[in-house]
């Protein structure tokens, strides 16, 4: 095969037009693992992103571009979910500012949720939302936790059946009214919940997830590095080398494979600033992920450091 | 174990330090030079005040009044409140307080008379708030862009007004206390959750003005 110098230059001036050419993340295939949403049978990577703190930068234009450079790389690793809330201030229009510049992923599912006291405001808040964000509707709109969940979830329905959003749930977090989500998960229809649970917090495995699996509710959550402390107390130890037959190669993709392994779980996420840590998160994706033994023998480990 | 008592001081905390001191370097380089046309403003009128008080009665409230009614519509509302929704409840409260100084000015009469230990208290507590507060921001190791002066920021309008207000001895401080020292304790608390150093000057401005507003003498 001979190689031209217009060939040379057309792949040159291909690879110069990446980033330039958003539309080519749509439909790539994506190696990263995937567990099904039980109400649909939908393929979800067990990593999603996350964006409390991290995104609320504001109007700040440098912010602002950093912030879509980790949802550009999230999307290129084969991410989907992206979730945020009214209440995490100016998140909402900087997970907007990166979906335009990539012209919108086919791949995105959009997970919002209701945070309003007044239950008369909520279809008025979702609406301003779906603003920000710039997204025709959200596949999955949840009760942020909790507040006025009793009126908020039938109305949710309602838009449900619609068709103005795909799927509905309720979240908590740092194991807070946990009794009540239960309540929730038995005596309603949630497509989704979203709690707190990590390698230290392991209160769900008693009653939450379980009762999740029984219901067949999906699972997402949040906060699995405590924002950064466990990673932060963990990172002096050395990782023990027997985790690196699933793949994983630093402290975060530890925490991370630990959450997603729980047959419970659908997806864990994380929230981060930097490119390469939102590579590193989605990473916990691929290999493998551990099994009981092993899942057993990483809550022996952390707990003995 | 209620809710409440599960939460930590972090937990309220919904932006980075990075965000929050890029936020004010943006907005100073933005307004430069009013950073220095309202600390000359304040000094104009602080000066003679700290001398005869009785003839800038109206003046010093009104220089005030403009700096909170500035800090709220310019710093909270515009900027503070994009990152922080809280803020737009305290911009209200920076407009009532803004009310509550136009007022003083409108009432303006003979000052109490203000024993010493309060009269210098309040000027040194003016001084601190014009003239000291901008340099916390290299004391805590943070860049020069990040200064907060009087009447761009609120923490250092708070402890200027506060210091003035002892100094001319106004006869409706009392009502002109609590706005302040319920925002110098959430300013303290969102930096000791950044766990940024300057969260020490909001608690020490409070701990001042009370041990001032309580001397006698």
């Known amino acids: ?305 | 174990m209620s809710d409440w008592a599960t939460y930590t001081l972090a937990d309220f905390l919904m932006f980075s330090p990075r965000v929050y001191f890029r936020l004010i370097e943006r907005y100073n380089q933005a307004l430069w030079p009013l950073q220095l046309v309202f600390i000359a403003g304040a000094l104009a009128v602080l000066v003679p005040a700290a001398l005869h008080p009785s003839r800038v009665r109206i003046a010093v409230p009104s220089i005030f009044a403009l700096a909170w009614g500035f800090c709220a519509w310019q710093f909270l509302w515009m900027r503070y409140a994009s990152i922080n929704w809280a803020m737009s409840y305290a911009a209200a409260a920076f407009f009532i307080q803004t009310g509550l100084l136009v007022l003083t000015a409108l009432l303006a009469r003979e000052p109490a008379s203000v024993g010493g230990l309060r009269r210098y208290g309040g000027i040194g507590l003016a001084v601190f708030g014009l003239l000291a507060y901008p340099f916390i921001a290299l004391l805590a190791g943070r860049s020069p862009a990040s200064a907060e002066t009087f009447g761009m920021m609120p923490d250092p309008t708070v402890a200027t007004t506060l210091g003035a207000m002892l100094m001319v001895g106004r006869r409706t401080l009392w009502l002109l206390l609590p706005i302040p020292i319920i925002w110098c304790a959430y300013s303290g608390l969102t930096l000791w959750a950044m766990e940024d150093p300057g969260a020490l000057a909001p608690f020490a401005v409070v701990v001042a003005t009370l041990v001032f507003v309580a001397a006698r003498r």
């Open chain 1, 1 to 305: 095969m001979i190689i031209t110098r217009r060939a040379v230059v057309q792949g040159l001036g291909f690879a110069v037009s990446l980033p330039l050419m958003p539309r080519l993340t749509r439909g790539q295939p994506a190696d990263l693992i995937t567990k099904p949403i039980p109400r649909s049978g939908e393929p979800m990577p067990v990593v999603g992103l996350g964006t409390w703190i991290t995104f609320n930068v504001g109007d700040d234009p440098v912010l602002k571009d950093e912030c879509a450079a980790v949802i550009a790389a999230f999307f290129e690793g084969g991410g989907r979910m992206i979730d945020s809330s009214p209440m995490y201030g100016s998140s909402q229009p900087t997970i907007g500012h990166g979906l335009r510049k990539l012209d919108y992923p086919e791949r995105l599912f959009s997970a919002e949720k209701v945070w309003i006291s007044d239950p008369a405001g909520g279809a008025a808040q979702i609406e301003a939302s779906r603003g920000y964000w710039g997204v025709g509707k959200f596949d999955l709109v949840q009760v942020h936790n909790l507040v006025s969940w009793e009126e908020h979830l039938p109305a949710l329905f309602d838009m449900k059946a619609a068709g103005q959003l795909r799927y509905v749930g309720i979240t908590t977090s740092e194991g807070r009214r946990h009794r009540e989500i239960e309540r929730v998960m038995a005596s309603q229809p949630i497509d989704f919940v979203q709690i707190t649970y990590n390698v230290l917090d392991r209160e769900p495995e008693d009653r939450i997830l379980p009762l999740a699996r029984e219901k067949g509710i999906a699972v997402i959550v949040n906060r699995p590095f405590r924002q950064g402390d466990l990673i932060r107390q963990f990172e002096d130890a050395p990782l023990p080398d027997w985790v690196a037959e699933t793949g994983a190669r630093n402290w975060a993709q530890f925490l991370l494979k630990f959450i997603i392994s729980h047959p419970a779980v659908t997806c864990a996420i994380p929230a981060t600033t930097r490119v390469d840590h939102v590579r590193e998160n989605l990473d916990a994706a691929r290999g493998t992920l551990p099994d009981e033994t092993m899942r057993r023998r990483m809550v022996d480990y952390v707990e003995a450091l």
